[in-house]
């Protein structure tokens, strides 16, 4: 929860073209909280979420909302370095 939380407060963030140091202004949570929470290492309280909302000016539904964060699709492969494992074809 903590990390949809913060990726969603992330999107609505940017989306509203906010920095972290003015959404720190206008709510007065620290610059280094907000930062937390966007990498889904804090715990927010109701009331935290309810004040965070109204900087963004959305509802606290749209902070929880797991329609809205987009998962990598699914079956596509990772980059990075091929496997060192072989199959018997391919040592032919």
Known sequence: MRELVGKNFARLREERGLTQEQV???SGFSQWYISSLE???RNPTIITLYE???VLGV???DL???TAVQ???VGKPK????????TA???R
């Not at 980059?79 to 072989?86: D, V």
């Open 64 to 66: 929880i909302d797991e």
């Open 52 to 54: 965070l909302a109204n």
């Open 24 to 26: 720190e202004e206008r």
């Open 71 to 73: 998962d990598p699709p």
């Open 79 to 86: 980059r990075g370095r091929p496997s060192k494992a072989r």
């Open 89 to 91: 074809e391919s040592r």
């Open 59 to 61: 509802r606290v539904t």
């Open 39 to 41: 990498r889904g290492r």
